[in-house]
């Protein structure tokens, strides 16, 4: 890198070349106070309060639009400086209200700091001020017209940054403001971006709102609990009591980037049905009970089943949401207190997947996804992958990419907000993904693009080559409904980009992919003879490759999810399930519930009294994730601590201890009693993660749908993510369900028309599984004969209408739609 | 023993001496107060109890901004508030820990409303800490009991004037737009 040498108040400091004088400064420890300069975007210009003297320059240059040149001597505190910063906070004031005593940004308020230091006591003008009303009407952000400064930041990082773009300038003059478009209620991601950015208190968070004055808090550094990004938010404290949550630049992997879960979705701890006591089920009724008592009777009760049906007969479910030290323990107990291998979690229906397309394909037992990896690619083409809503933070490393010349192509068949952002939108048939990647690489290889020395020396070259005869362009249009030329033009464009990347998620609730297009999107990778880390697909939850990797899954001969929970025969006669709530996340709820039924004893550890726990033996409460010290694995592989911030609930102890005294209650001791000593063995046991050799090996993938659309069931249901939740946990936050509270059915225009459904209608969904209620949303961005339904929340039910697919065909769910 | 000293003891010289000084006082006025039957005025500016300024519409004056407490150095105050029915602040709690207090004033010089005051109260002397713990309900009532009307209004101009209140755009400056400033 070019640095260049130049002088700021007598120091000398080093900064790249075509770095500002500002970013020089701020990089070398020097402020120059600034109210529209954003570190992630493009110079504005527009406070003027940066002004510096830059020598042998007349006037006053901007720091913040002005680039730093060899031998530059620049001052930024001077007289003139001074003054001139006086007369601009003058004018700002000119219309500032000043309600600081009611403003919630008073204490961390930028015009306030300056106006403290730079700022007049009287004011040499005098105007009216604007008196607009307060807008409260939108969830979770609230509106002050009145103390804008018209900075711009907010509309910036939201159209730029975020790439959604729900606010701008409205009005000329004094009666500019800052507004959705024709003043409406603001109606976006609600990702509180712009809350973080606003220098002074027109933006704020209303679920902060008028709760406390900065000065009370402590803030706490955490790593967020929802999807894999691993970003860290800043919690504040007041009296044992978190009550905000927000980014702040340089602190952690998302640098101050958040989404609203990250912002917003911290109180799911302080839901009502958080559990406080154990409790036993007597007489039909779960009952409260003491720690002693439940362990007493769940060490007695699972050893008499070990004793009857030997140790294979219990299982396990870890979770993806607990710390990997609370992970480790739930197996080594099961491992070495219970002597069964019948372990897994959720994420065989998600990241399993993922694993296991990258172990078939490239022999490789850990790869995470690369933090910086979409920048780093000048074509970026993702598989059926609303990145954005999955991982909402890494997602904005591909709108950057975007934005900094990489070609975007989306290969989706809704329109969501990645798209909308993309370079490229292929609007596929959904599930046809495979199809996609296969026909691309027919093409390659007809046309013979792909790089023959590498690709030809991996096994299976033959049999790829072989299994790509019938996806012509021709077959792959009719199958994809994109056109022959398309397919074609991607392939070519595709193979002929200098840095490539293929990303797609692994959401165990998305049914429009599977292993098969994991397995095809490896193909393609190695076809062109790219490294693995080409192909990126992150684990889905906060500690899901955490969890993966301290051995929640069976390790030889254990049972794996479809054997536990969907086997006919009824092998499994006690559960252990930690913090998962099977009957609402997992699929076919009738087949779980039934399992679940089945099970001489069942014992739930969670936070929750969800529904898994109202069925359950013995029900132990569990500490969350801010109240228990631990670590989670980001998607990106970091081990990151999350720490002790505020008070147990109840009587509720973390996960690990449980499995410590529950051990001591069977009379076998694992010899672990706390979170440093699991952390030392689990280091241990990740320290090998990684490490073995890549063995790349082609495997043909076939697109296939394992239940097709038929005249009974003519649509075909996609389940998918929103951006505003994750996972069902998030629908336990009252902050994220002020935004969305209930699932729905979106649905094309055409398809109402032709079922006579009303936009917020209530409509039948059904299923050969069953049916249910919801409410219908039609909606210009689902594609006709496909209904896209979020599967978060529990009281929808969705899971009454799916099934569980772990192996290559599609899952896609044959619907009809009634109206009720 | 000198001889000087001897004498001294013999004739008692300290002992008279100090009886002279004792018939001399036993006609002068007592500087003894007889508290508490007889009690002192306080001083103007006495910094005493503390209590929460009543408006004239028997609201409370503080809108919980905060500063009191952010200046306190002995952190007694602490300040609960919320959203109200229509959408404004309204403070729940307003407690300060008299036992913790040590009287600087800081916290009423600090308030830009002239809120939180010290009224001439000083005899609050308790069995109990609780007694000694304020509610804002309790601070009301100490406003109403030893500050409400003429008094408080004296204090208010002499020593509780907030200085926000007291700058203002003088009338003979530039106005832009031809509007002033409401």
Redesign the interface.
């Known amino acids: 890198m070019n640095l260049v040498e130049l002088t700021i108040n007598g120091k000398t400091v080093k900064a790249a070349k075509g770095a500002t004088i500002l970013q020089a400064a701020l990089k070398n420890g020097i402020y120059i106070p600034n109210l529209c300069y954003d570190r992630r975007l493009s110079p504005y210009g527009g406070c003027r309060m940066c002004v510096v003297e830059v020598e042998g320059q007349k006037g006053l240059s901007a720091a913040c639009s002005t680039q730093i040149r060899e031998g530059m001597v620049v001052f930024t505190e001077t007289p003139v400086v001074a003054k001139s910063r006086k007369a601009v906070l003058e004018l700002l004031l000119l219309h500032h209200p000043l309600d600081c005593p009611v403003c919630d940004k008073a204490g961390e308020c930028k015009l306030q700091d300056m106006a403290y230091k730079y700022g007049s006591t009287s004011n040499r003008f005098s105007a009216s001020r604007k008196d607009e009303p307060e807008r409260l009407d939108s969830p979770v952000v609230e509106r002050n017209p009145n103390r804008c400064i018209l900075c711009g930041l907010c509309v910036r990082i939201c159209q730029d940054h975020q790439g959604v773009g729900a606010i701008n300038f409205i009005g000329r003059g004094f009666k500019t403001k800052i507004s959705p478009a024709f003043e409406e209620t603001l109606d976006c991601e609600f990702c509180g971006q712009c809350i973080d950015v606003c220098p002074v208190g027109a933006l704020g968070s209303k679920t902060y709102r008028f709760m406390s004055r900065v000065w009370y808090m402590n803030e706490e550094e955490m790593i967020c609990p929802y999807c894999g990004c691993g970003c860290t938010t800043n919690l504040s404290v007041r009296q044992g009591k978190i009550i905000r949550g927000r980014g702040k630049e340089g602190v952690g992997i998302n640098d101050g980037d958040l989404c609203g879960k990250g912002r917003y979705g911290f109180d799911y701890i302080y839901a009502e049905n958080r559990l406080k006591t154990p409790m036993i089920r007597k007489e039909g009724n779960l009952v409260r009970a003491s720690w002693d008592e439940a362990l007493k009777y769940v060490a007695e009760r699972m050893g008499s089943i070990i004793e009857k049906h030997g140790p294979a007969s219990v299982g396990a479910i870890g979770s993806q949401r607990c710390s990997i030290e609370d992970n480790f323990m739930l197996q080594k107990f099961m491992r070495e207190a219970v002597g069964t291998d019948n372990i897994d979690s959720a994420a065989r229906f998600g990241y399993a997947k993922a694993h296991k397309a990258m172990e078939k394909s490239f022999g490789s037992d850990f790869m995470p996804i690369g933090w910086e990896a979409p920048l780093n690619a000048k074509f970026l083409l993702v598989i059926e992958s609303d990145i954005t809503s999955a991982m909402p933070v890494w997602g904005l490393n591909f709108i950057l990419a975007r934005n900094n010349g990489a070609h975007l192509a989306v290969a989706d068949s809704k329109e969501t907000k990645l798209v909308r952002n993309s370079s490229q939108w292929i609007r596929l048939v959904p599930g046809t993904g495979v199809a996609l990647l296969n026909g691309m690489m027919k093409v390659i290889i007809d046309e013979g693009l792909y790089d023959k020395e590498k690709a030809q020396g991996i096994q299976n070259f033959s049999a790829l080559e072989s299994s790509l005869k019938d996806y012509t362009p021709a077959a792959v249009s009719a199958i994809t409904g994109v056109s022959e030329d398309e397919i074609r033009n991607l392939a070519r464009e595709y193979s002929s980009a200098k840095s490539r990347l293929v990303a797609m998620t692994s959401g165990a609730s998305e049914n429009i992919k599977s292993l098969n297009t994991m397995l095809a999107g490896a193909n393609l990778v190695m076809l062109l003879g790219d490294s693995p880390d080409t192909l990126q697909i992150p684990a889905e939850f906060s500690n899901t490759l955490g969890m993966w990797s301290a051995g929640v899954r069976p390790a030889e001969q254990g049972k794996e999810m479809q054997e536990m929970l969907y086997a006919k025969d009824a092998s499994l006669k006690a559960l252990y399930i930690m913090g998962e709530n099977p009957i609402v996340t997992f699929h076919d709820v009738a087949a779980v519930e039934n399992t679940l039924k089945g099970m001489e004893l069942l014992v739930v550890q969670d936070i929750f009294l969800t529904d898994t726990a109202k069925m359950a033996d013995v029900v132990l409460p569990a500490c969350s994730w801010a109240e228990k010290d631990g670590t989670f694995m980001s998607a990106a592989g970091a081990v990151q601590k999350i720490r002790k911030i505020v008070k147990e609930t109840g009587e509720a102890i973390p996960d690990w201890e449980i499995f410590v005294r529950l051990s001591k209650a069977m009379g076998k001791d694992l010899g672990l009693n706390s979170v440093a000593e699991i952390s030392a063995q689990v280091s241990e046991k990740l320290s090998t993660l990684g490490k073995n050799d890549l063995k790349l090996s082609f495997n043909p993938a076939a697109y296939e749908l394992i239940e097709n659309s038929s005249s009974e069931f003519p649509m075909l249901l996609v389940t998918a993510n929103i951006l505003q939740h994750s996972g069902a946990l998030s629908s336990l936050s009252r902050n994220l369900d002020s935004v969305v509270s209930d699932a729905y059915l979106e649905l094309s225009p055409a398809d109402a028309e032709k079922y006579k459904i009303i936009n917020e209608s209530y409509v039948k969904v059904i299923s050969k599984r069953g049916e249910i209620l919801l409410k219908a949303i039609i909606s210009n961005e689902v594609p006709e004969k496909t209904v896209f339904v979020p599967i978060h929340f529990a009281h929808a039910k969705v899971n009454t209408l799916t099934y569980p697919a772990v192996n290559g065909g599609i899952p896609l769910v044959p619907v009809r739609i009634e109206p009720a | 023993m000198t001889f000087n000293e001897l004498t001294k003891r013999i004739f008692m010289t300290e002992i008279l001496k100090g009886m002279a000084l004792t018939l001399k006082t036993m006609f002068t006025k007592p500087v003894t107060r007889q508290y508490p039957e007889e009690k002192r005025e306080a001083l103007p500016g006495f910094r005493g109890l503390h209590a929460l300024v009543r408006k004239s519409d028997s609201s409370l004056r503080c809108?919980?901004?905060?500063?009191c407490?952010?200046i306190c150095p002995s952190r007694c105050i602490?300040?609960y508030?919320?959203?109200g029915v229509d959408?404004?602040?309204?403070v729940d709690r307003y407690e300060v820990e008299v036992l913790k207090c040590l009287f600087c004033g800081f916290c009423v010089e600090a308030c830009?409303?002239g809120a939180v005051v010290l009224t001439e109260h000083f005899e609050y002397s308790d069995y109990s800490r609780e007694a000694l713990f304020m509610t804002k309900e309790k601070l009301l009532n100490n406003w109403d009991k030893f500050m409400a009307g003429k008094k408080g209004e004296q204090y208010f101009e002499k020593y509780w004037r907030p200085l926000a209140e007291d700058?203002?755009?003088?009338e003979n400056?530039?106005?832009?737009?031809n509007?002033?400033?409401?």
């Open positions: 809108v919980g901004c905060g500063l407490a952010a602490s300040i508030t919320s959203e959408h404004t602040k309204v830009p409303f700058f203002g755009t003088p400056q530039p106005v832009l737009k509007r002033r400033a409401d």
